[in-house]
């Protein structure tokens, strides 16, 4: 077996939680379904997350200064349709779920009662997708189940990735 099969053998059988992030450019809230994303330090705190080069979320929110990462419960999968599924150069996701605004004027997510918004410590190439450093400056745990990548693999993205 080649290096790319047996590589993607082993990543494509992996479970994570996915995400949403939102972000906004002057009056343009962005947002985006994540299933690039892990925790990197514990000391001090970080996260890294990774968006496609290819959606409006990173176009037009690649320079700012912080990033919502939201938890995505497990019974919202009108959620992951919609950011997952829609693209923000067609659609206003944000006309068709509950938000409101939270730190750093970021949009937070109604249905999501786990998210953070982080600072953005570092921007890093990261292939096809951009990798921004975070450092938590607002957070709220809730206790809902995650929405898996597995069950996520199925929607048709708004943008190839």
Not at 64 to 90: I, K, M, N, R, Y
Request: hydrophobic content about 40%; proline content about 6%; some cysteine.
């Amino acid at each position: 077996m080649d290096v790319r099969a047996a590589f993607n053998a082993i990543v494509g059988n992996l479970e994570y939680p996915m995400f949403i992030v939102t972000a906004r450019t002057g009056d343009e809230r962005l947002g985006c379904l994540i299933g690039f994303a892990t925790q990197t330090s514990i000391h001090p705190q970080r996260f890294a997350v990774c968006l496609s080069r290819e959606n409006r979320t990173h176009r037009r929110g690649r320079d700012s200064p912080a990033l919502a990462v939201h938890g995505v419960p497990a019974d919202a999968e009108d959620l992951v349709e919609l950011f997952g599924g829609e693209t923000g150069d067609d659609v206003d996701k944000f006309a068709r779920c509950a938000w409101h605004d939270g730190p750093e004027g970021l949009p937070i997510l109604e249905r999501c009662e786990r998210w953070f918004v982080g600072r953005v410590v570092d921007r890093l190439d990261a292939g096809d997708h951009e990798l921004f450093l975070l450092e938590p400056v607002a957070a709220s745990a809730g206790r809902e189940e995650d929405f898996t990548f597995h069950r996520a693999k199925r929607i048709e993205p708004g943008h190839p990735a």
